[in-house]
């Protein structure tokens, strides 16, 4: 089993910037991917990047990239999410989640094994 724990949510005016982390523990050599999701109330749970343990791989939703950057800490077990130029549109809570399996697909919640309990991000206008 892996467990993940996020942090740094919080409110933030438009324009501001968030910086989110996951800490993983357990059996986190069994873990290939790390990725961000994001689920605004009514809606489905998107995906907002992703990152591979080994090689350091980044992938971003067409939406954040540019303003978002994932990052890993491999000696920590930590996924970090730095969110830049926040507009009030990325209120959601924010999801970590693992892949046991590397493969292409990185953006698919169905591909994921582990998440953790989310953390609320709100961005004020």
């Known amino acids: 089993q892996v467990q993940l724990v996020e942090s740094g949510g919080g409110l933030v005016q438009a324009g501001g910037s968030l910086r989110l982390s996951c800490a993983a523990s357990g059996r986190t050599f069994s873990t290939s991917v790390m990725g961000w999701f994001r689920q605004a109330p009514g809606k489905e749970r998107e995906f907002v990047a992703a990152i591979r343990w080994s090689g350091g791989s980044t992938y971003y939703a067409e939406s954040v990239k540019g303003r978002f950057t994932i990052s890993r800490d491999n000696a920590k077990h930590t996924v970090n999410l730095q969110m830049n130029s926040l507009q009030p549109e990325a209120t959601a809570v924010y999801y970590c989640?693992?892949?046991?399996?590397?493969?292409?697909?990185?953006?698919?919640?169905?591909?994921?094994?582990?998440w953790g309990q989310g953390t609320q991000v709100t961005v004020s206008s």
């Open positions: 989640g693992a892949k046991r399996f590397g493969g292409i697909v990185v953006d698919s919640t169905s591909t994921y094994d582990y």
